[in-house]
């Protein structure tokens, strides 16, 4: 599976952004998640959601912000981010996992994107 992010870019404060993640194979039998790494500091969990897209999880700092949908007839799997802070600043990486329920740890995802930049301005 090759995983291919974007949708990233300059926002202010209060914008919204809708990142897309364009998968190689077919997905539906993957839990997809993104993550996401500051400048400086560790990556940390963002999102994630169930193979079928009847179910999420998400970072307390972007709950009700954010949200994380599918499209498994395009192996596409979306952010759409509102609200956002200057600290949501970061490279979005977008993953994909052979486990049956979502997970925030990072280890358990198997296939990796390259990421987008999101940059918010204050």
């Known amino acids: 599976v090759q995983l291919q992010a974007s949708g990233g870019g300059l926002v202010q404060a209060g914008g919204s952004l809708r990142l897309s993640c364009a998968a190689s194979?077919?997905?539906?039998?993957?839990?997809m998640g993104w993550f996401r790494q500051a400048p400086g500091k560790d990556g940390e969990f963002v999102a994630a959601?169930?193979?079928?897209?009847?179910?999420?999880n998400y970072a307390d700092s972007v709950e009700g912000r954010f949200t994380i949908s599918r499209d498994n007839a395009k192996n596409t799997v979306y952010l759409q981010m509102n609200s956002l802070k200057p600290e949501d600043t970061a490279v979005y990486y977008c993953?994909?996992?052979?486990?049956?329920?979502?997970?925030?740890?990072?280890?358990?995802?198997?296939?990796w994107g390259q990421g987008t930049l999101v940059t918010v301005s204050s």
């Open positions: 959601i169930t193979r079928s897209g009847g179910s999420a």
């Open positions: 194979g077919r997905t539906f039998s993957y839990v």
């Open positions: 993953a994909c996992s052979r486990l049956t329920v979502p997970s925030l740890d990072k280890k358990l995802y198997n296939y």
